[in-house]
């Protein structure tokens, strides 16, 4: 298995833009986590999902962020509209089972300008 | 709520000294802690989980329900540990995994 994939690795947009992250979770995992991560909070917990279906999405900072996972092999992160302060490293993560390991993909690097 | 707090930025030390990356939690029940390390260029990766009771690369971790604190020590760093540390909790019934802000650890020559 490839691990946990996110795309792109690397998106520059303008401000007011939508953008789309993405991410496989390893395959037979049934948990899947949004992180942001930043200089000055580290590690922020946005959403996760359990089969499929979003548990908790208290993280979400406001409505600009949507999350959805259509299938047990994809996800989104979607900002609409995109503002300067949503730049940061969007990490994706899954986990098999309850108190494993989780996997981390490699991040997106956003940057609105 | 649950949280996990990690009081330092940055950790600077030398090369031979002793580390100790400091982490405390608040969780009502029985948590599950965790660190993960991220070295550069490289995504995050499990070092340690508290119910092993395991040393990874000369790394450990002792949980103390009194102080409700998960501290990382190592007793002799090296210039392969700098890198950024992250302590981790997972709480409540759907496993939520919640994460510090992190600690920078840089072991200088």
Known sequence: DAGVIQSPRHEVTEMGQEVTLRCKPISGHDYLFWYRQTMMRG??????FN???PIDDSGMPEDRFSAKMPNASFSTLKIQPSEPRDSAVYFCASRRTANTEAFFGQGTRLTVV | AQRVTQPEKLLSV?????VELKCNYS????PELFWYVQYSRQRLQLLL?????ESIKGFTADLNKGETSFHLKKPFAQEEDSAMYYCALISGGYNKLIFGAGTRLAVHP
């Open chain 1, 43 to 48: 590690l922020e917990l946005l959403i996760y």
């Open chain 2, 49 to 53: 989980r508290h119910i092993s009771r």
């Open chain 2, 27 to 30: 969780y009502s029940g029985s």
């Open chain 2, 14 to 18: 030398f090369k031979g000294a002793p």
């Open chain 1, 51 to 53: 089969n499929n279906v």
